[in-house]
């Protein structure tokens, strides 16, 4: 798999912490750089290849839904990648043609540099993608900036003050919550 785009960033924290929070859906609104992720059944870790979570989203245009997401990696402290699949949305306007499978994958790769260093690399493989949707997310662009910030946002959820010694068990929170944004906005006025 040759992923579209990808973001990488070295962070001062053991693949193992990094990857038990990736491994938790219920923590990926608080890494989420798009604001889309609102949230996802607490209880749930992924474990292995051909789990599903449903994440709840939020959408500039679309509005509320949830997505449902197939994990076709996993990798302990290694690598995850899940394939979105619409499960719902508010609007029964999904742009595109309901007959062609609008495939792409999300992905995490961990690289430990040391005992306490970490690359890790976010990556999105829409190659697959419909022509008109593929040139709507500029071959992966689209989402460069979000990724940026999930990085960020990852980074310290892993070695914040609070978060430490904590992380272990993908239990560590921000005091922020997701909200609401103009993720499609954001990124035309940055064009």
Partial sequence: MNPSISVSRVIEAPAAEIFAVLSKPAMHPFIDGTGMAQSADENFVITKAGDVFVMHM????????????????FEPERRIVWEPRV???QESDFPGDPNVPETRYWGWELEPL??????????????????????FIRDGE???KGMV???????????????????????????????????????????
């Fill in 58 to 73: 939020t959408h500039w245009s679309l509005g509320n839904y949830g997505m449902e997401n197939h994990v076709i990696e």
């Fill in 87 to 89: 499960h719902t949305y």
């Fill in 114 to 135: 040391g005992t306490n260093l970490t690359r890790v690399t976010e990556f999105y493989d829409g190659s697959r993608l419909s022509s008109g949707l593929r040139e």
């Fill in 142 to 144: 689209f989402w460069r």
């Fill in 149 to 191: 910030e999930s990085l960020e946002n990852l980074e310290r959820l892993v070695t914040s003050p609070r978060a430490t010694g904590k992380t272990s068990s993908g239990d560590a929170t921000t005091d922020s919550t997701a909200t609401r944004r103009n993720y499609y906005q954001e990124v035309q006025q940055a064009d």
